[in-house]
């Protein structure tokens, strides 16, 4: 399954680091930036996690909110974001129905053998659930300030 810019966003009511659940369209009035991305604590990851991190102040001057989302565990979740001091939710989609449903979960491939994997996407919804923008197979240099960009459109 994949989504196009102008669907509804696909709802969701999932556990975040701490514990606590998220249901995307409990935050109707806000943008969300939600960023999917393959694995914690892994360089490519890390990378794009602190760019959202440190660009955080000015995403919330966009009234937008950064959820992070990967199949990992609440419990690794917690782990990573207290080891880079990330100040937005991580979610935990163990069972992949989300990342189906944005179309996210694919086959990839690396030296030659084929695995499925997360896609590096980021979707931008806006206040009323739609999807604005999407960016698909993310290079993590640029990719921040590119959505920051079209967050401060909407």
Do not use: Q
């Given at each position: 399954?994949?989504?196009?810019?102008?669907?509804?966003?696909?709802?969701?009511?999932?556990?975040?680091?701490?514990?606590?659940?998220?249901?995307l369209?409990?935050?109707?009035?806000?943008?969300?930036?939600?960023?999917?991305?393959p694995?914690?604590?892994t360089?490519?990851?890390?990378?794009?996690?602190c760019?959202?991190?440190d660009?955080?102040p000015?995403?919330?001057?966009?009234?937008?909110?950064?959820?992070?989302?990967?199949?990992?565990?609440?419990?690794?979740?917690?782990k990573?974001?207290?080891?880079?001091?990330?100040?937005?939710?991580?979610?935990?989609?163990?069972?992949?129905?989300?990342?189906?449903?944005?179309?996210?979960?694919?086959?990839?491939s690396?030296?030659?053998?084929?695995y499925?994997?997360?896609?590096?996407?980021?979707?931008?919804?806006?206040?009323?659930?739609?999807?604005?923008?999407?960016?698909?197979?993310?290079?993590?240099?640029g990719?921040?300030?590119?959505?920051?960009?079209?967050?401060?459109?909407?």
């Amino acid at each position: 399954m994949s989504i196009d810019v102008g669907d509804k966003a696909p709802d969701f009511n999932l556990f975040a680091d701490g514990g606590d659940r998220i249901k995307l369209s409990s935050l109707k009035g806000k943008k969300v930036i939600l960023y999917f991305y393959p694995k914690d604590d892994t360089p490519g990851c890390t990378t794009e996690a602190c760019g959202f991190r440190d660009n955080l102040p000015k995403f919330n001057k966009t009234d937008a909110e950064v959820i992070g989302i990967s199949r990992d565990s609440v419990a690794s979740h917690d782990k990573f974001k207290n080891k880079h001091s990330l100040p937005f939710r991580l979610v935990s989609d163990e069972d992949g129905k989300v990342c189906n449903a944005y179309g996210t979960w694919i086959e990839k491939s690396m030296y030659g053998k084929k695995y499925m994997g997360i896609d590096r996407a980021t979707f931008l919804i806006d206040g009323k659930g739609i999807v604005r923008n999407i960016w698909r197979k993310v290079k993590v240099p640029g990719h921040v300030e590119e959505v920051l960009a079209a967050a401060k459109e909407i």
